[in-house]
């Protein structure tokens, strides 16, 4: 267990559909990294969040959206889906120390 | 335009044997670089890391060499063990700008199989 979580782990839902992915980053740690994997590509960065603060944009489609409370969880909202937003959606948090930690991801399939 | 490269999608290596896996970046503002093994079914797990001040730093079976000259960097793993089997993700970061910290920029990854 890495210390960051991810719920669900799964979903599937039909396009046009909104679903929210949610992270819970590692006690203490204030940075939450929203990263997309599709299919035979890397890990593509949307957004960062720092104590509740937006911090770094990526390549998030408006489509997209994301928010951090202030108990640090966070929060990815896709709306509109398409069939082109399957993926993994991964959380990281980053704490003091620099280090970055993944969490083990949210597979989403669009129908 | 990918500013992380790793041009091998898949390696396959005897076990026991060196595994030596590359990776080249485009932005010489990377100061810092990863690496990451996953698993299936798992999020990506820190591997070992490099500062662009260095050209080596190793860890116990796995070494990381870079050469910024080349804007190249190499993972080695002596000797490769079954369990050493799974994606490797090359990464790097630029230095923070402002009140933001830059996000790790990753390449896609090359499948490593360690045979027995």
């Known amino acids: 267990d890495s210390g960051v979580t991810q719920t669900p782990k799964h979903l599937i839902t039909a396009t046009g559909q909104r679903v929210t992915l949610r992270c819970s980053p590692r006690?203490?740690?204030?940075?939450v990294y929203w990263y997309q994997q599709s299919l035979d590509q890397g890990l593509q960065f949307l957004i960062q969040?720092?104590?509740?603060?937006?911090?770094a944009k990526g390549n998030i489609l408006e489509r997209f959206s994301a928010q951090q409370f202030p108990d640090l969880h966070s929060e990815l909202n896709l709306s509109s889906l398409e069939l082109g937003d399957s993926a993994l959606y991964f959380c990281?948090?980053?704490?003091?120390?620099?280090?970055?930690?993944f969490g083990s991801g949210t597979r989403l399939t669009v129908v | 335009d990918q500013q992380v490269k790793q041009n091998s999608p898949s390696l396959s290596v005897q076990e026991g044997r060196i595994s030596i896996l590359n990776c080249d970046y485009t932005?010489?503002?990377?100061?810092?670089f990863l690496w990451y093994k996953k698993y299936p079914a798992e999020g990506p797990t820190f591997l070992i890391s490099?500062?662009?001040?260095?050209d080596k730093n190793e860890d116990g079976r796995f070494t990381v060499f870079l050469n910024k000259s080349a804007k190249h960097l190499s993972l080695h793993i002596v000797p490769s063990q079954p369990g050493d089997s799974a994606v490797y993700f090359c990464?790097?970061?630029?230095?923070?700008?402002?009140?933001?910290?830059?996000?790790?920029?990753f390449g896609k990854g090359t499948r490593l199989s360690v045979i027995a």
């Open positions: 932005n010489s503002m990377f100061d810092y």
């Open positions: 990464a790097a970061k630029a230095p923070p700008q402002g009140s933001g910290n830059t996000p790790l920029v």
């Open positions: 490099i500062s662009s001040i260095k």
């Open positions: 006690s203490g740690d204030l940075s």
């Open positions: 969040y720092y104590n509740g603060e937006e911090r």
């Open positions: 990281a948090s980053r704490g003091q120390s620099g280090g970055y930690t």
